[in-house]
């Protein structure tokens, strides 16, 4: 196979058909030794908190435009849209999230984040990290453009790229679409996406045919009381002991109400009263994470999440005007992630067949995390799948195994990934998908 070699990208150019993943495999890890490894480590020196990615995106552009992509900036906010199109065929939508988060990293990396920022919600200077792998999405994001800018020969069709903001608050694909994404570059006919997973094998690709992560709500609960001395109880209503109640009523939502069968979780992460260990406050605040894979089950939780913290507050003897506020923010809920099963079942069999039956992994989904993905394949509809790439070598796994360091979870100050297995099965899968979909 005839391949050229070009100062300006650094990598094979393929003027042939699809190659062979052999062939693809040597090229993405060629472009990864060459050029994605710096990229990535510069990605993970510097995150950036949720809607002022700023840095981040314009890096990002300027990548993308040097890949021959025609890119657009500040897509509702910091967003990136980057467009290649190569004649007739399908819009493949491939998106990748580009925010940190507000954490401290101690990884122990030599390439470990000491960047920090002022948070645009609390208005503190704050360290940042990459503590979820946005690093990687975004650098197999570059890895992806490169390689399809190489294979134009063997696909058809018009490819979109979306660098996303703001993922870890819940907002980015929203402020996308509300900004006309679908008007103003066309709505794709297909949307893919995936998350590195701490917790699988390094490398490895794991796909659902079902819900890969559930929906989400925020929910905070105000409980009023009325204030005495701590010695003197009797005189007030103590808003601690009533929010004690509340949370742990609230257990019985999952345990009691919710079909054995049906995943829920209802998390309060967030517990906020009193100034002093002998007054008793006049109010206390309840923060909640609620997560669920269906509309009945969502319906089912925020009711009864009503239900029991006003009738809790009946039950202290609160007047009418006392009694607990429930509040939900809707702009902050994702719906559930749900792949498409007959494309997710496609891509198996191309990943299968491309990178070999031993790539693959099918474990269930643990945990309930959330994405908003779903804003890109909800209200209208778009076919789509959501896969996960393993981040954690082998070696790690067997050491936890055998009593040794626990492997670190997302979103943990300890959090780390293998990148280089990590990007560069990123790329490999991601091109394989795309090649499936618009392969001429």
């Not at 399908?90 to 002022?118: F, H, I």
């Not at 197999?140 to 490169?146: H, Y």
């Not at 902050?332 to 191309?350: G, V």
Request: proline letters at 6%.
């Amino acid at each position: 196979m005839r391949i050229l070699f070009t100062a300006a990208l650094g990598v094979a150019l393929l003027i042939s058909t699809p190659m062979h993943a052999s062939e693809l495999a040597t090229d993405v890890k060629a472009d990864y030794d060459s050029y994605l490894w710096p990229l990535f480590e510069h990605f993970h020196r510097n995150p950036e908190l949720s809607t002022i990615e700023d840095e981040t995106a314009a890096r990002m552009a300027e990548e993308l435009r040097a890949a021959g992509f025609e890119v657009t900036e500040d897509v509702g906010g910091t967003g990136v849209v980057a467009m290649m199109r190569n004649g007739d065929g399908p819009l493949v939508m491939m998106r990748a999230d580009m925010d940190g988060l507000p954490v401290k990293e101690n990884s122990g990396l030599e390439y470990a984040s000491a960047k920090q920022q002022v948070s645009p919600i609390t208005g503190a200077e704050v360290f940042t990290m990459h503590a979820c792998g946005h690093d990687v999405h975004i650098t197999s994001l570059v890895g992806t453009a490169r390689q399809m800018a190489q294979r134009k020969a063997g696909w058809s069709g018009t490819l979109m790229l979306l660098v996303q903001p703001a993922e870890e608050r819940g907002l980015g694909a929203k402020t996308m679409r509300a900004d006309g994404l679908w008007e103003r570059f066309g709505k794709p006919d297909y949307a893919l996406a995936f998350h590195v997973n701490s917790q699988d094998v390094a490398g490895t690709i794991n796909v659902s045919e079902g819900s890969p992560f559930a929906g989400a709500d925020t929910v905070d609960i105000i409980i009023h009381g009325v204030g005495a001395h701590g010695a003197h109880p009797h005189k007030g209503k103590d808003p601690i002991v009533l929010g004690s109640q509340i949370v742990l009523a609230l257990q019985t939502l999952v345990a009691r109400e919710l079909s054995p069968r049906d995943p829920g979780v209802v998390t309060v992460g967030s517990f906020h009263a009193g100034t002093k260990s002998n007054i008793i406050s006049d109010e206390a605040r309840l923060q909640l994470t609620v997560r669920n894979t269906s509309p009945e089950t969502r319906r089912l939780l925020l009711e009864g999440i009503e239900r029991i913290a006003v009738n809790m507050g009946r039950a202290a003897g609160l007047p009418e005007d006392k009694l607990p506020e429930v509040i939900y923010y809707e702009d902050e809920y994702a719906p559930p992630t749900i792949n498409s099963p007959e494309l997710a079942r496609q891509l198996k069999q191309a990943w299968a067949r491309e990178m070999g039956e031993n790539a693959l992994l099918y474990n269930p989904t643990k945990g309930m995390g959330a994405e908003d993905f779903p804003y890109f394949t909800t209200d209208p509809e778009v076919t789509s799948v959501y896969w996960q790439i393993g981040g954690t070598p082998k070696e790690d796994f067997e050491r936890q195994a055998a009593g040794g360091e626990p492997v670190p979870s997302h979103h943990s100050p300890l959090f780390k990934v293998e990148p280089e297995s990590s990007v560069r099965a990123g790329v490999e899968s991601t091109v394989i998908a795309l090649l499936e979909l618009m392969g001429a």
